[in-house]
């Protein structure tokens, strides 16, 4: 976008989508110059600021008649007042949605780096109080939106299936309650496309996974194999929740009552049983070795 350039400036005629566009566009222009205006008109139909710190200059906007496109129609004057490090307009709305991205990437930034982060970016200086709230309020943004994308995952799963027949998409929610819509626990997808490339692939399959930094975190585990130019085919794709998956972790709560070498290769037996069957035989010798045990594996879900 040509007005996050560095070298953009505000010229008479200039046109925008509407009036929140040119607003936003002249309040990044000031926090980069490290101006400071007051609205002296502020509304949909008519934006006119002045200078905060007396100096001449002026700005008025208007929208076209008949368009909701607004156009800049007079700027007059100079600003030769100082620059402040501290500027009005970076409020904790303005700044929670500028470095949306990095909250989201690093919602555990220390407050002190983000503190330089802006003030190396904006040349401003913000107090440690308000980066917190600024924090804070991003972490709520950043929930609330991906709140609303999983509300959509069921119309994705119906445009997958129409758009790409055969393939398979499969959503585990938890059990809902009265009158709630329950909560999401996995995903699972396979694209057709995905099902027919793995057939003519490399007889090899690999597995992978990674955890989610988000605000729900979760688990994202993969299927890959290799074509014959050695490039990565995807074949399957799932969201998964953490714990379940977490064997390792598993077991050390398991060893925690049930020691023993040979309760551990029965864990092991159970856990890493490919169907029903193996897993009840595997159970009924762990039950045998150590009821407590079984017991407390059986609290587990047989199928992860």
């Not at 400071?36 to 002026?58: D, M, T």
């Not at 409020?91 to 802006?118: G, H, M, P």
Request: proline fraction near 2%; hydrophobic fraction near 40%.
């Amino acid at each position: 976008m040509e007005f996050l350039k560095s070298h953009f400036e505000l010229k008479v005629r200039q046109k925008f989508f509407n009036f929140i566009v040119f607003r936003y566009v002249l309040v990044e222009w000031l926090v980069r110059k490290r101006y400071e205006v007051e609205w002296v008109k502020n509304y949909s139909k008519k934006i006119i600021a002045k200078c905060a710190k007396g100096c001449s200059w002026r700005i008025r906007a208007t929208p076209i008649q008949g368009e909701t496109t607004f156009q800049i129609t007079s700027l007059k004057g100079q600003h030769v007042c100082v620059r402040y490090y501290n500027n009005k307009h970076t409020t904790i709305k303005y700044l929670s949605a500028k470095y949306q991205d990095k909250i989201r990437c690093n919602s555990k930034c220390a407050v002190n780096e983000f503190q330089n982060v802006i003030r190396r970016d904006l040349m401003i200086n913000v107090f440690v109080a308000k980066i917190r709230r600024v924090k804070r309020k991003g972490k709520d943004e950043m929930f609330g939106i991906d709140m609303e994308q999983y509300h959509h995952l069921w119309s994705y799963a119906a445009t997958i299936r129409q758009t790409n027949p055969d393939s398979t998409v499969k959503i585990k929610i938890d059990t809902a309650e009265e009158g709630s819509q329950g909560i999401f626990e996995r995903l699972y997808y396979c694209l057709h496309a995905c099902k027919q490339g793995s057939s003519m692939a490399i007889p090899i399959i690999g597995l992978d996974g990674c955890f989610l930094k988000y605000a729900f975190g979760g688990q994202l585990l993969s299927a890959i194999g290799r074509d014959d130019n050695e490039n990565m085919v995807p074949i399957i794709v799932a969201v998964v929740e953490i714990e379940r998956f977490c064997l390792r972790h598993m077991y050390q709560n398991f060893k925690q009552k049930s020691k023993g070498k040979e309760l551990k290769d029965l864990f092991w037996a159970a856990v890493s049983a490919r169907n029903e069957i193996d897993w009840k035989l595997a159970m009924n010798s762990l039950e045998k070795a150590s009821k407590d045990a079984a017991e407390w594996l059986q609290k587990m879900p047989p199928v992860l």
